[in-house]
């Protein structure tokens, strides 16, 4: 029991490790030999719990998943009403973005520069099931709530996205200066006024 539980907290200080130079080292590639140092291994040892880069990139999207996720879910139950959720969703992602500077330079791609192309397939993934899910509580709002969007449910959920995206984008391009949340709530009123107009 204690070789696992010292293999799963190896396993976690390896991707909290990565996570940390992501966001220190903005545009470097990191490479295994820098990772191992950082961590206070060989990279043979890296390798014992990682048999590529590309899972442990692979480990940092899962936790990216699962911790959206979760919330999202929790967000679609809690919630009835359209606005609370689409504003819930986007404060959501772009607060984890806030939090979490390393992990938006995968979100972006930006260090998946030459990765596997399954890597970049996941991040959109993870995109497009966010837009499913702001999408699918727009539609729930025109059949509960009466409310019709001023765009096709398509658009708007996808302009939404496409909002918290350049956000993201934005945070990463300026070295996670101009943090995502700056603003969000004088924009999201107008975003929201926009796409439902009263």
């Known amino acids: 029991m204690a070789d696992i539980q010292a293999a799963t907290s190896r396993r976690d200080q390896i991707l909290q490790a990565l996570a940390q130079m992501l966001e220190s080292n903005p545009g470097q590639t990191i ?5 191992a140092k950082q961590v206070g291994v060989s990279e043979a040892a890296l390798y014992r719990h990682f048999p590529s880069k590309a899972k442990m990139f692979e480990g940092l999207i899962l936790f990216i998943e699962e911790t959206l996720f979760s919330r999202v879910k929790m ?10 959720r689409c504003e819930a969703i986007i404060t959501l992602l772009l607060a984890f973005s806030e939090r979490n500077p390393g992990m938006c330079r995968i979100l972006m791609g930006d ?19 966010l837009e499913m899910q702001i999408k699918q509580a727009i ?11 001023s765009l096709t449910q398509t658009q708007a959920a996808n302009l939404l996205l496409t ?20 603003d969000w709530p004088a ?5 929201s006024q926009a796409i439902f107009p009263s």
């Not at 139950?77 to 609370?84: F, R, T, W």
């Not at 539609?139 to 969007?149: T, V, Y």
């Open 31 to 35: 490479t295994t030999a820098k990772l």
């Open 75 to 84: 967000i679609m139950q809690e919630e009835e009403a359209v606005l609370p």
């Open 111 to 129: 260090a998946l520069a030459g990765d596997v192309e399954r890597l970049r397939g996941r991040v959109i993934q993870v995109f497009d099931r």
């Open 139 to 149: 539609r729930e709002a025109e059949i509960r709530e009466g409310l019709r969007p």
């Open 163 to 182: 909002y918290a995206e350049g956000r993201i984008n934005q945070f990463v391009r300026s070295e996670f200066k101009r943090k995502p949340t700056d």
């Open 187 to 191: 924009q999201w009123k107008v975003l």
